[in-house]
């Protein structure tokens, strides 16, 4: 069955890479609008596949229309986000790394990225439509701040099975239940194959079959100041693939790749000291596993830290410090180092420098040197 979604939504600008989180609902009253646009200066100044520097951006508009502005039903919203990526691949072209040094690395391609309703009620929320995984799931709050795909979506996710994340979305719904004030439960089933971008140029014609299999994940998660007096959130969650096909050339015909392809994965922010006028000082941790018998990356685990307002008092900008390990089956693991700072120089505009040191890239699946990359990102929001 295939699914078409008449025209095509025009990309002005783009938003940060971070993924917006709905608002409160008190500010759910009027349409809203937002564009901006992210660009990377990428430079490997040593090792990988070879040396070069290069440039890629991302453009975004999002669109946010809650139907009581109409007269229609409160706790209802509807949210559009289109998209587009251009410029070299960095990752893919010359550093030869798995994990991928800048997270909207994509090719060039402009298409709607979401495109949902959701429903509120007092404590639970069901959305329906074009949906990203990693909007919702496997996230950490202090992590957003870097620029390496794998501060995102954990690399076993996203290398392992076709998980609707960026650039590539898929139709699903999830339900958010907030159990307590400070429990919440995740669920959530997508079409287990995203309809490549070769078929569905603009992301507007989506191939539902028996072959693509389902994609479900489950989180919990628990937010607490137990520790320290000061905001901590722990989030634990499993997720599984029941079988994906394949067209196999020597066969001529589709077969299974894999059944039940499955995995866990847990994160931690947590922060350890704020001294009242927004300088603080917040660490995280996040780590997944996945069975070694259909994936190449079985283990991930990562680390970091980041200080609150280095340069500005009131913690507008921020230092992190972190790292990605991504354990392979065939043990040439890689681990990336990046350091990065976040500079607002006004409510529209901001500069991130970022250094990333890549230990023993995997990407090619040839070995390659260690490499230095220098990133400079720059961000403009309307």
């Known amino acids: 069955m295939k699914i078409a979604f008449p025209g095509v939504m025009a990309v002005l600008l783009v938003g940060m890479p971070l993924l ?17 646009y992210l660009g990377d200066f990428v430079n490997n100044i040593s090792g990988g596949a070879r040396r070069g520097a290069t440039y890629l951006g991302l453009a975004n508009v999002r669109v946010t229309v809650p139907l009581s502005a109409f007269g229609l039903w409160s706790g209802g919203e509807i949210f ?17 790394d798995f994990q991928v040094v800048s997270n909207i690395e994509a090719g060039d391609h402009t298409y709607l990225q979401e495109l949902w309703y959701r429903h509120t009620w007092e404590s639970t929320a069901i959305t329906i439509g074009l949906q990203d995984f990693n909007a919702q799931f496997a996230s950490n709050e202090h992590a957003n701040l870097f620029l390496n795909s794998s501060f995102g979506l954990p690399s076993t996710i996203s290398a392992n099975v076709p998980a609707p994340m960026f650039p590539l979305t898929s139709l699903g719904i999830t339900a958010a239940w907030n159990i307590t004030s ?16 070769e078929d569905n140029a ?25 520790l320290f007096s000061l905001p901590g959130s722990f989030k634990a969650g499993v997720y599984n693939h029941d079988f994906r096909v ?41 780590g997944s596993v996945s069975p070694n018998k259909c994936n190449t990356n079985t283990k991930f685990t990562g680390a970091g830290l980041g200080y609150y307002g280095l340069l500005w008092s009131q913690g507008e900008d921020m230092l992190g410090l972190g790292w990605v390990h991504a354990g392979m089956r065939d043990g040439e693991d890689e681990m990336t180092i990046e350091l990065t700072y976040y500079g607002p120089l006004t409510d529209h505009f901001f500069i991130q420098p970022d250094v990333q040191y890549v230990l023993n890239p995997v ?3 040839k070995a390659l040197p260690s490499c230095l990359v220098g990133t400079i990102r720059f961000g403009v929001s309307m």
């Open 202 to 226: 603009f992301n507007l014609r989506w191939h539902l079959g028996p072959d693509d299999g389902i994609f479900a994940a489950a989180e919990l998660q628990y937010a607490t100041d137990a």
């Open 363 to 365: 990407g090619t699946g």
């Open 20 to 36: 917006a989180q709905p608002e409160a609902s008190a500010q759910r009253d009027k349409v809203s609008f937002e564009s901006s």
């Open 246 to 286: 394949a067209f196999n050339v020597e066969t001529n015909r589709n077969e299974t790749v894999y059944t039940n392809n499955y995995g866990v994965y847990a994160t931690i922010d947590q922060t350890v000291w704020a001294d009242g006028s927004g300088r603080s000082l917040a660490l995280f941790a996040r």
């Open 80 to 96: 559009a986000n289109a998209a587009s990526t251009h410029g070299a691949r960095p990752s893919a072209g010359f550093i030869g």
């Open 182 to 197: 400070e429990l919440a439960l995740l669920a959530a089933v997508f079409d287990g194959r995203p309809t490549d971008f």
